[in-house]
């Protein structure tokens, strides 16, 4: 003990507590040293420190804890190495927070968290107000600023960034991928997440659906806060959607998780969509993802691919088999079930020698039927 400069050090296996009174709480520390400076506000504790609060615990290699003027209660701690932080008040929506390096910053009452950064292999679980999913998020760096009751008011991380989301009822987990991300939260718990640099989307199978995968430049998700679940992702920059045969590009796609429909639309890049049955290039095309109906809408193109390659389809016996069948409208229904395709507006059918003109055309491959309505040129 150091009565000039008033510091105490215990200088191996160090196990210190400090007694609740009045609205201080109780804290308890082990350490492999330990150092107290009174006057100059500081705590010490090194050699792997474990500290607790309440029903919050802290681990980490070494750790400064910065005190207020007034009294023995925390206001700033820093955590250096093998940093861990789990538990808190029942009510906090932040269960748990794991990096290299976490400083903690807490309000005047030195008990509630305001803010916390997050150094190296950053990774904290979010969990909903309802308690049905848990959110998984890390990234190099991160920092989270929290509301009185626990909740996440914002959040931003970036360099290697992963948030794995819950699955539901009807859909598998998610897991995004990319550089950057900046979100924001209500009480009830995470509302939207911006994510950007490079993303990637991934949504695991389940029995009514095959996976879906989806790269962009960028994605803003808009979640069920209470819940934790993703109810629509809005992708933006060089699009690509692969879910089973079917595969999409375009500049902008709204994918909504709700109502289960993906939009494609965006200037520079005209959108495009193929599976093994059809090819769709328009102005904007719009799925239902189960059952897969697809709906185009201007400059359509499309190309109805060799009936050969799909035993539960009839092409009509005016078009050959073998060949592909272009069609030009300016709107289609296709149905990817029934195996029907309905086109309208200056139709205009190819294939070989074979040219149809018409200002509405359908094709039905499930009973081989052709109907053409005010057919403007017929040639075969």
Same mark, same amino acid.
Request: charged share 25%.
């Given at each position: ?32 040293? /330990? ?5 100059? #506000?500081?705590?010490? $504790? ?21 005190? /207020? ?10 955590? #250096? ?8 008040? %029942? ?25 916390? &950064? ?55 987990? #998610? ?5 950057? $991300? ?43 806060? =209470?819940?934790?679940? *993703?109810?629509?992702?809005? /992708?933006?920059?060089?699009?690509? /959607? ?15 998780? +709700? ?17 093994? =049955? ?9 799925? &239902?993802?189960?059952?897969? &109906?697809?709906?185009? =809408? ?18 009509? %016996? *005016? ?21 029907? +395709? ?7 059918? *190819? ?7 018409? =200002? ?10 052709? +109907? ?9």
């Amino acid at each position: 003990y150091d009565e000039q400069r008033d510091i105490m050090q215990l200088l191996e296996n160090a196990s210190v507590a400090f007694a609740e009174g009045g609205a201080q709480e109780a804290m308890a520390f082990t350490a492999g040293t /330990f150092t107290y400076a009174r006057r100059d #506000r500081y705590m010490r $504790l090194e050699n792997v420190m474990h500290m607790d609060r309440e029903a919050q615990q802290i681990d980490a290699d070494n750790s400064t804890v910065r005190l /207020f003027p007034d009294r023995d209660e925390t206001d700033y701690v820093e955590l #250096r190495g093998g940093s861990k932080v789990t538990g808190g008040e %029942a009510n906090s929506l932040l269960k748990s927070m794991q990096a290299n390096d976490i400083n903690l910053d807490y309000a005047d009452d030195g008990r509630t968290l305001q803010n916390a &950064t997050l150094a190296g292999a950053a990774n904290i679980l979010v969990a909903s107000r309802s308690g049905s999913g848990t959110q998984r998020l890390s990234g190099g760096f991160m920092d989270i600023s929290l509301d009185a009751d626990g909740s996440v008011r914002s959040l931003s991380t970036r360099e290697a960034v992963t948030v794995a989301l819950p699955a539901t009822k009807d859909t598998g987990p #998610r897991t995004i991928r990319s550089n950057v $991300l900046a979100a924001s939260g209500t009480t009830d718990g995470i509302k939207d997440m911006k994510f950007s640099e490079g993303v990637e989307y991934r949504e695991a199978a389940v029995k009514t659906q095959p996976a879906r995968l989806v790269r962009a430049r960028s994605l803003d998700a808009a979640l069920n806060a =209470a819940a934790g679940t *993703l109810e629509e992702a809005h /992708f933006t920059g060089n699009v690509d /959607f692969t879910e089973g045969a079917m595969h999409a590009t375009s500049m902008d796609a709204r994918y909504n998780v +709700v109502k289960g429909t993906l939009g494609l639309s965006g200037a520079g890049s005209t959108p495009h969509l193929d599976n093994d =049955a059809i090819t769709i290039d328009a102005n904007a095309i719009d799925v &239902t993802l189960n059952p897969r &109906t697809m709906t185009a =809408a201007g400059g359509v193109r499309s190309t109805l691919l060799p009936a050969t390659t799909r035993s539960d389809t009839r092409r009509p %016996a *005016l078009l050959a088999d073998k060949d592909p069948v272009n069609i030009i409208s300016d709107s289609m229904v296709y149905d990817e079930n029934a195996h029907t +395709v309905a086109y309208t507006g200056k139709v205009k059918l *190819l294939q070989s020698d074979t040219t149809i003109q018409a =200002a509405t055309l359908t094709l039905d491959e499930s009973n081989g039927n052709l +109907v053409a309505n005010e057919i403007g040129r017929a040639h075969v």
